[in-house]
């Protein structure tokens, strides 16, 4: 209640001057939840200054470490990227959607570089992400932690984090 009673004056604000590039986020949290161990999936997709698409979920199954659960997280990403990518082709053209993510292993894993024995355990319906890559449905970019909008999704921020994350997707006072 007091998140609610302290952004009622807050709205969702959109700026001619943002960035017109569609761009997403994903980012995930390892085993976040005390109860299940079970990781929080996060993303974000905007343009011209704020948020169109976000979601937050509980993963379906328990991730057996930091990379695999950023995967799984980067495979919901891509889901839905790919349905905007479709919308977006008819309406501006936009033909690969960009998608950062701050961890590198699960970059490397999607582009298949970093493939073996140790990640032969992550289910194979997340791998669709390593064809959508190679389809140029989406393109992978790393970004450092600090910079990552989606952590508001995943970890409680320090007031100051949380204030610029709002500011990313564009809610203003």
Same mark, same amino acid.
């Given at each position: 209640?007091?998140?609610? &009673?302290g952004?009622?004056? %807050?709205?969702?604000? *959109?700026?001619? =001057?943002?960035?017109?590039? /569609?761009?997403?986020?994903?980012?995930?949290? !390892?085993?976040?939840?005390?109860?299940?161990?079970k990781?929080?999936?996060?993303?974000i /997709?905007?343009?011209?200054?704020?948020?169109v698409? !976000?979601?937050? &979920?509980?993963?379906?199954?328990?991730?057996l470490?930091s990379?695999?659960? @950023?995967?799984?997280a980067?495979?919901?990403?891509?889901? @839905?990227?790919?349905?905007? &990518?479709?919308?977006?082709? @008819?309406? $501006?053209?936009?033909?690969t959607?960009?998608?950062?993510?701050?961890?590198?292993?699960?970059?490397?894993?999607?582009?298949?570089?970093?493939?073996?024995?140790?990640?032969? %355990?992550?289910?194979?319906? *997340? %791998?669709?992400v $390593?064809?959508?890559?190679?389809?140029?449905?989406? =393109?992978? %970019?790393?970004?450092?932690?600090?910079?990552?909008? =989606?952590?508001? /999704?995943?970890k409680?921020?320090?007031k100051? &984090?949380? @204030?610029?994350?709002?500011?990313?997707?564009?809610?203003?006072?």
């Open positions: 209640m007091r998140f609610l &009673k952004t009622i004056d %807050h709205r969702l604000e *959109y700026n001619r =001057a943002g960035d017109p590039q /569609f761009t997403g986020y994903t980012d995930a949290d !390892w085993g976040g939840d005390p109860t299940n161990r990781s929080t999936t996060g993303y /997709f905007s343009t011209m200054g704020g948020a698409s !976000w979601n937050v &979920k509980r993963q379906p199954s328990v991730a470490s990379c695999e659960a @950023e995967f799984v980067l495979s919901r990403t891509t889901q @839905e990227a790919l349905w905007w &990518k479709q919308l977006l082709q @008819e309406i $501006k053209g936009q033909r959607i960009p998608i950062f993510c701050d961890n590198q292993s699960a970059i490397c894993i999607a582009q298949n570089e970093g493939f073996n024995s140790k990640t032969k %355990h992550v289910s194979i319906r *997340y %791998h669709f $390593k064809d959508s890559l190679e389809r140029g449905d989406v =393109a992978l %970019h790393y970004i450092p932690t600090q910079q990552q909008p =989606a952590d508001g /999704f995943t409680v921020l320090p100051q &984090k949380n @204030e610029a994350f709002r500011r990313y997707l564009g809610i203003v006072n």
